[in-house]
């Protein structure tokens, strides 16, 4: 359970199938987010809450690294989770939206050059990267590029 009680995070297994635990999954604000762990990885041990989000317990999903994703056409992330990112400026707001994908509920945007705390991702949809981020106290994905350009840069 997150340390403000508002999110819990917990392993998905089968307790019909003794394999290694290779699914974490995040309850927050309603919403669940399940988190497969990339191919040719270990398996899950733990999930721990951090300062700011959870953690899973293995080398991926870890505060300050990204998580390795294949997103096709895709430009490779520049982001990790933990970092702050700042919306490019002369591109336009970023809009933020419910789950990673363009076809979700956008309920807000972020002004060019204002900054967001990077949760967790990325998430691949088509030759879109998404970030779960918190803008504001308003947390939901945005996009940090599509195809071979970016919205977002790392921001210190």
Known sequence: VARD?????????DAANPAPVREAAVWRGGVTTTIPLPEGRGTIQAVVW???TWEIDEATGIEGEAIPQ????AAP?????GWLARVIPGGG???LRSEA????????LIAEGDVVRVLYGPICDRDVVWWQ??????????AEGQGGTYFLDPAG
């Open 5 to 13: 009680g508002q999110a819990f995070a917990y392993l998905v297994s």
């Open 50 to 52: 951090g300062a700011q």
């Open 70 to 73: 294949e997103c096709p056409g």
């Open 77 to 81: 992330t520049r982001l990790a989770i």
């Open 93 to 95: 707001p970023n809009r």
């Open 101 to 108: 994908s363009a076809q979700s509920a956008q309920i807000g």
């Open 133 to 142: 981020v918190d803008y504001n106290g308003v947390v939901g994905w945005t």
